[in-house]
């Protein structure tokens, strides 16, 4: 079934106009920066791309370099940049409130906690209004953890294969891939089962998944039935029958998997999994770190794609566009758990913090953005899907609202990852060409289409132009 390609390339796409003019670049040369970064600078923090990009200033949907290159960027800062780079409204909130006040701790009462708290909760259904502010997803999602463990006097907490929940000790328990996992011990009472992936999993068909594009996979399922999730079920019943006690802690999930590369669950999937949690005790946390804030499109909250409540909510990356602050929504008994001892968080729930929060909240309404992701994100999965039907090495492209992912493998048929390598050769040509991705997959053999949400389709068009100028590329040097 391989194509084969003609020696030309077609014609690099035109990217879409933008009237911003960034600032000269006036810091260190980029050689003494690299220098800088290997000399001062932990080596675990690695960089994107063989020559790492010297990023400069940001607005909206395009990153500047420090040559003053223009770059779309479809990545967001790992899914974090929701409303755009710089944007206007958060940046004049942010401003005000750095001449007013920056720091208190929330010991003593100031506006913005009060004023953000009622804003965030009044998006979350009952029971969840009770908001607890940290500073980063893997601190929320401790924090779950420990409410979780509190609450119920119980100590397993069940996670899926091909999660990221943090890289903290406790949340690295939680976190199941083996690139993020170092030899030290972790994960007491974290017990892994089954990610239910309709494409890559040992079930799956071609109506299993809330997105606009489904798997190649054949499907025999009756109306109104899915095999793949009755038998990742029973597999989520195993689990729960072979390796943890008769009552758990709860149970983690995101709503699409983030960093694995946005990997979709069978309808109902989730629903199911949260009464067999409940029947044992446990609790349901949702770690909205990814899904959260209207990226999904149809929803505000990804939970609500899965027609369940959680117990627990954690929240982060998108919550302050950049701005490093977390979340941790429950119920009020459940909060009252943790209040049998003194807990403390110095920097969480800060005035700053807080004002940004608040800012971010006000753009998505007011731009349309939870709109935006559905019409732009829906727009974007089904060019990309053309791509799949046109080369074999595209194996699986999913998602839902701007969360996309689309999967490289050598043949359809078998799924085998394309190697990382070759997937890095597409990546570097993108980047050459203008367009920012990330990747993920245990095999880093996934494409992360992730942008801020205010990208339009012209800026989709030039992406996808882009990236099958790049798999054309590839096919040419393929023997």
């Not at 800062?77 to 940046?91: E, F, L, M, Y």
């Not at 909205?288 to 209207?294: A, Y």
Request: glycine share 10%; charged share 20%.
């Amino acid at each position: 079934r391989q194509q084969k390609w003609k020696r030309s390339v077609s014609t690099q796409a035109k990217m879409p106009p933008c009237d911003f003019v960034p600032e000269k670049y006036k810091s260190y040369p980029y050689e003494r920066m690299r220098k800088i970064r290997e000399q001062f600078i932990v080596p675990s923090l690695r960089m994107y791309y063989k020559k790492p990009l010297l990023l400069h200033q940001g607005h909206m949907q395009w990153l500047f370099d420090y040559e003053g290159r223009r770059y779309l960027d479809l990545f967001a800062g790992i899914v974090t940049v929701s409303v755009g780079h710089c944007h206007p409204k958060v940046t004049m909130a942010t401003q005000e409130q750095l001449s007013r006040l920056w720091h208190t701790t929330n010991i003593y009462m100031h506006p913005s906690i009060h004023e953000y708290a009622e804003k965030l909760t009044s998006l979350l259904p009952d029971p969840l209004k009770v908001v607890y502010l940290t500073n980063s997803g893997s601190e929320a999602n401790d924090l779950a953890m420990f409410m979780a463990r509190l609450h119920t006097r119980n100590f397993d907490i069940i996670s899926l294969r091909g999660a990221y929940h943090g890289g903290s000790p406790y949340t690295l328990g939680l976190t199941s891939l083996g690139p993020y996992k170092h030899g030290v011990a972790n994960g007491f009472g974290c017990t892994t089962t089954m990610l239910p992936d309709v494409f890559r999993g040992p079930w799956g068909g071609n109506r299993c998944r809330d997105s606009p594009v489904q798997t190649v996979r054949k499907c025999s399922c009756p109306e109104g039935a899915c095999h793949a999730k009755d038998q990742y079920i029973e597999q989520f019943k195993d689990t729960l029958n072979t390796s943890v006690p008769k009552t758990i802690a709860g149970f983690i999930a995101e709503p699409i998997q983030g960093v694995n590369g946005a990997v979709q669950y069978p309808r109902n999937f989730l629903k199911e999994a949260y009464r067999l949690v409940r029947e044992r005790g446990g609790l349901c946390i949702s770690d909205e770190v990814q899904t959260g804030f209207g990226r999904t499109g149809s929803h505000f909250w990804g939970f609500q794609t899965h027609n369940v409540v959680p117990d627990i909510v954690t929240l982060a990356k998108g919550i302050g566009n950049g701005f490093p602050m977390a979340a941790v929504v429950t119920t009020k008994e459940i909060a009252g758990s943790l209040a049998q001892n003194l807990h403390f968080n110095t920097f969480g729930g800060s005035p700053l913090a807080c004002v940004v929060g608040a800012a971010v909240l006000d753009a998505i309404r007011e731009d349309g953005l939870q709109k935006n992701s559905e019409d732009v994100g829906t727009y974007m999965l089904l060019e990309l899907a053309k791509l799949r039907d046109k080369f074999e090495i595209v194996g699986d492209v999913r998602g839902k609202g701007l969360m996309i992912g689309v999967e490289m493998v050598t043949d359809k048929d078998s799924r085998c990852p394309l190697p990382a390598e070759e997937v890095g050769q597409i990546w570097e040509d993108c980047k050459d060409m203008g367009v920012l991705i990330g990747r993920g997959g245990l095999y880093s053999q996934t494409f992360r289409f992730k942008p801020p949400m205010c990208i339009t389709k012209k800026d989709v068009d030039f992406a996808v132009e882009v990236f099958h100028t790049a798999l054309q590329r590839h096919m040419e040097r393929a023997p």
